[in-house]
């Protein structure tokens, strides 16, 4: 659940049962719940570096990346956020000079496939997702796949997630590390420990 | 000095001998390697007329080869309180709403090429099987989560799993 979601979590958490999730990461959260046997943790998304380092440490840090000027202080990344989150818009960014300056930073790439059904529908084709697609497959970056949802009903079942990203051009093995090994790698690096 | 006749026919002999080895040697490095054994047994085969017959079939088949169908379980989910406790959801709307938004994600063709229907689709439950051709697996699964609202409501199609037959996906619905 991303983008301040203000939904009550009781719902979240039935529906993330039924749909096989263990683990969730909700932004606006203060500390980790333990809610129908789904754990869900904190999370922060900013574009602003200052504000991520105020945040707690047992919260899922992500930098927000929405146009390619946001990877200009790329360096300064290192040792603050957990992994870079592409919007809507960044799906769209046209060199693979900034899907090197990605690449640069060594940590694992998030995108959202509720931003990807809405960045098909207003331009069809993604330049940025190709670039970000073929370096995935040669293997230089991490991919993390979520629903991308803000409410309960936007939530997406795991094997959606895995499908999608097979039609998008990535390779079946790095598909479903980018639901399950990926993840639980950065949630283990956050102390929480993968269920 | 000139050789007797015995020493010339054992020379010839042996150079007989050496030369049967090297052929039988080289048939069978040949048959081994570059498995021509198949092909003569396919020959041998060949030559009866009803091994013929299969032979033929048999290649005809693998021309035209049968594109297998399968046959995916679903769940709609709906939850929230827009929803009137009266509300059933019909047949057509729902394998309408799963074709819709197939077409809007893969295309007309790839519809008509992927051959879905809803075979069955329990109201009560809100769970059905949906039959398709399985080159097309990931993009009916792709589809099935781009599917929004169903009805004018808001709704989560769930895959629950993919069998071989009908038979098999009806004992699984009901499990």
Do not use: W
């Amino acid at each position: 659940m991303r983008y301040g979601s203000t939904e009550k979590l009781d719902k979240v958490a039935l529906i993330a049962k039924k749909l096989g999730y263990r683990i969730m990461c909700v932004e606006g959260l203060s500390k980790s719940l333990l809610l129908s046997d789904v754990l869900f943790i904190p999370r922060k998304t900013s574009s602003d570096i200052n504000e991520l380092l105020k945040i707690k440490r047992n919260t899922l840090k992500v930098y927000l990346i929405n146009s390619p000027s946001d990877l200009k202080s790329y360096p300064r990344l290192r040792g603050v956020a957990a992994l870079v989150c592409l919007s809507c818009k960044a799906l769209n960014v046209r060199t693979p000079k900034h899907v090197e300056r990605l690449v640069a930073l060594g940590l694992p790439i998030e995108v959202a496939i509720r931003d990807i059904y809405k960045a098909l529908k207003e331009r069809g084709y993604l330049r940025g997702l190709d670039h970000l697609i073929s370096t995935v497959e040669s293997g230089k970056v991490e991919l993390i796949a979520c629903s991308g949802a803000s409410k309960h009903l936007e939530l997406l079942h795991p094997k959606v997630i895995i499908s999608t990203l097979i039609e998008l051009g990535v390779d079946e093995v790095n598909a479903l590390k980018a639901v399950t090994s990926a993840p639980a790698k950065v949630i283990r690096g956050l102390e929480y420990g993968a269920r | 000095m000139v050789p007797d006749s015995t020493s010339i026919t054992a020379l010839v002999f042996l150079s007989l001998v050496l030369a049967l080895v090297a052929i039988l040697v080289s048939i069978f490095l040949i048959v081994r390697y570059m498995s021509i054994a198949k092909h003569l047994k396919l020959i041998s085969e060949a030559l009866s007329g009803k091994a013929l017959k299969r032979f033929v079939k048999a290649i005809e088949e693998r021309k035209s080869k049968k594109i297998r169908k399968r046959y995916l379980i679903f769940e709609i989910l709906i939850y929230g309180n827009e929803v009137n406790p009266q509300y059933s959801m019909e047949r057509a709307k729902v394998e309408g709403a799963i074709k819709e938004s197939f077409r809007e994600l893969f295309g007309s063709l790839a519809l008509s090429r992927s051959g879905i229907s809803l075979v069955y689709f329990n109201v009560k439950d809100m769970k059905g099987v949906l039959r398709f051709k399985a080159p097309y697996r990931t993009k009916i699964i792709t589809a099935l989560g781009y599917v929004k609202e169903i009805n004018g409501v808001r709704v989560i199609v769930v895959p629950l799993g993919i069998s071989g037959t009908l038979k098999k996906a009806l004992s699984k619905l009901r499990k």
